[in-house]
């Protein structure tokens, strides 16, 4: 994937259901508005579903999608050939299954990126491609936004303020928490998986990292009742890992008394 404009060049709307309920209203709804203000798209659909028809009678490019099986080699085929001929595509997947395809377009295609619209609140099931998909996720709705939580990663302006502060706490005492430089591509998008523990990461290679010859780093946590796991690990260009533990995280147990121990697995 490239990286994405501030304003895509096309936008391919992916939708595999076939009523005409909340989720596909919405759809059509956001259509007419990018219609509305002249921004080129086109809708991808379950051929005679409500939702490709309405497009369709908006004036709305409507490309046809099986209703089953949505990823057949064929259908992906047409839409990486539509994607191809349109630089700077931008895919918003409106479904689970239709981020499933979103993700193998992304890789048969060059395209501006991924965004992925969730409308359920149910803890996430198939948590490996949420983690390193999208370059945004839209959360329809509170109770959604509830189940998704983001850690994100900061700098000091001037690092060397920091160097033996930890002799010297008075040191940062002048350190205004609004100065901190937020590190783009470097947040950690934290999703419920079940009722008792969230997981999440990096997406992609989008948090860059010039430590020890990398070119990009990326981190996997996963937070229970009884502690974490932290698994950060730094890529070069080619995609080969420079640094970091190779087997798995850093795991912090809870401690009984506040206080968290760390047991790193190599």
Known sequence: MTTPATTPRWVLHLSTETGWRGGERQVWYLARGLQARSLPQAVAAPTDSPLARECEALGVDRLALPARPLLHPVALLRLAAVVRQRPGALLHAHTSRALDAACWLARLAPCAGIVHT?????????????????????????????????????????????????????????????????????????????????????????????????????????????????????????????????????????????APGASPTK
């Open 118 to 258: 969730r409308r359920v609140a149910f803890p996430v099931r198939a948590a490996a491609k949420y983690r390193t998909a999208c370059l945004r996720y839209v959360a329809i709705s509170r109770a959604v936004a509830d189940g998704l939580f983001e850690s994100k990663v900061f700098e000091l302006p001037d690092p060397s303020v920091a160097v033996g502060a930890w002799k010297q706490p008075d040191a940062l005492a002048t350190l205004d928490p609004a100065a901190l430089v937020d590190r783009p591509g470097c947040a950690v998008l934290l999703r419920a998986v079940d009722g008792a523990s969230f997981a999440g990461s990096t997406l992609g290679s989008q948090c860059v990292s010039g430590f020890r010859g990398a070119a990009y780093a990326t981190s996997e946590v996963t937070v229970t009742a009884t502690g974490l796991v932290s698994w950060d690990r730094g890529y070069d260009a080619a995609g080969k890992q420079v640094w970091g533990a190779e087997k798995g995280g850093y795991k912090f147990d809870r401690g009984t008394d506040g």
